[in-house]
Each structure stands twice: as C-alpha cells, then as structure tokens.
C-alpha cells in the first residue's frame, strides 16, 4: 500500500544548485501534480500532467520544470535554487472522473531548504 | 485564477466543542472535497461529495455539498485534540478539471 512516495524527504541546497524531486506513485492514475506549502499560503500548485507525457503550468511554476516519461513518475527539477524556493513541496495523484480530476491523494512531503 | 474563499482562517476552540467551517466558489462545482493535514503529513482525504444537497458523515465529521453547488460546509462535533490540523476543502475548478484548494482553516483544540 505505498500510494505515493516522495523522494527525498529533505534537502538542503545552497543558492545555485540544481536537484530533482521524484514522485512515484502505485494506483495508477492519470493526473499528477506537484505543489508548494508555505506558512499562511496554502496549497500552490506548481506543475501538473494529466497523462504520461503531458504536463502544464500551475500557479507558481516559475524557476520549475517537471516531466512525466512514465505513468506512475513525475519529477520536479530546480534548476538554478533560490532561497525563495524553500518550502515544503507535495506531490499528488488522482484519478480522472469524467473530464476533472478526482480526489487526490498526497505524498508526505519533501522539505527543502536553500541556503 | 479561480479561488475558493474558505472560512474561517484559524479557529481556537475548547475540547467537547463543535465546530463549523465553509468553503465558497464563485462558479458551480460537481464534486467538493474536503482534506485534513496533520502537522508536518501530507493532506488526507475526509469526505467526497458528489451531488448537490448531499450530507455525508465520516465518524464526528460531516460534510454538506451546498444546494447552490457554490458552496460546502464541514462540521466537527465534540472536538477531541487529535482534530488539529489543517482542514481544506477542494474542487475542480482548475484547467483542464485538475483541483483548487482554499487556504484551509487551521483548527487548535484546548484540552
């Protein structure tokens, strides 16, 4: 009963580095997304894909790129890190209901700090 | 973008009691979700509701899908301090029918 796992957990970064997030997820489902939780912010959705080999843009998908090679992957890659992208990131999927999304379900979170 | 306007922000509430919460979107919805996380966890669904006028119970959660289909409650009763957390309520209101959260209400419960 994995559902979806995140990798890795936690990270620090200094300014400038680059690293990838990885999500795997074992339910087979069509969509999957990736959001950023910050104090007092919610839930900001970064990146989705509605299918292998899909994606789009979120809210805040700047300083992002995903890809979605594989079904049950998605990744996240920063590629030059700022300290505003410390956060704790969360990946999700869901199943399609009709045309929309259904419920999602969340992986436990990664927690990046960028010095 | 599109928004759900979710009430209230934070709430401080002693144990026993109930609690209220709504969730608001200026376009109709088919589907509300509500979420809960729990400090330092990823969010974990509590109820889905599918159709307006719905009422469904999860243990001493219960959720209504508004007749509007702009709206959803969720009440607590007899608030324990495993309640804390964060709740969200959810919809598909995103492109290409992908979800939307509120900014949750943040629930402390005083033993």
């Known amino acids: 009963n994995a559902g979806v796992t995140q990798t890795p957990k936690f990270r620090v970064l200094k300014t400038g580095q680059s690293m990838t997030l990885l999500c795997a997820q074992d339910m087979n489902h069509e969509y999957m997304y990736w959001y950023r939780q910050d104090p007092g912010m919610g839930l900001r959705l970064i990146h989705y894909s509605v299918g292998e080999g899909t994606t789009a843009k979120g809210e805040v998908p700047d300083g992002y790129n995903v890809s979605r090679l594989k079904k049950q992957n998605f990744l996240l890659g920063l590629e030059s890190a700022a300290p505003s992208q410390t956060s704790v990131y969360f990946c999700?999927?869901?199943?399609?209901?009709?045309?929309?999304?259904?419920?999602?379900?969340f992986g436990e979170g990664s927690r990046l700090t960028v010095l | 973008g599109q928004q759900l306007n979710q009430s209230p922000q934070s709430m401080f509430i002693q144990e026993g009691e109930d609690v209220s919460m709504n969730c608001t979107s200026s376009s109709i919805f088919n589907t509300w979700l509500w979420y809960k996380q729990d400090p330092g966890e990823g969010p974990v669904l509590l109820i889905a509701?599918?159709?307006?006028?719905e009422l469904t119970s999860n243990g001493r959660l219960t959720a209504q899908f508004g007749i509007t289909r702009k709206d959803s409650f969720l009440n607590i009763s007899a608030s324990i301090p495993s309640d804390v957390g964060i709740y969200f309520c959810?919809?598909?209101?995103?492109?290409?029918?992908?979800?939307?959260f509120g900014k949750g209400t943040k629930l402390s419960v005083k033993p």
């Open positions: 999700a999927s869901s199943p399609r209901r009709g045309r929309v999304a259904g419920e999602l379900f």
């Open positions: 509701l599918y159709k307006a006028g």
């Open positions: 959810a919809g598909p209101g995103g492109s290409q029918g992908n979800l939307i």
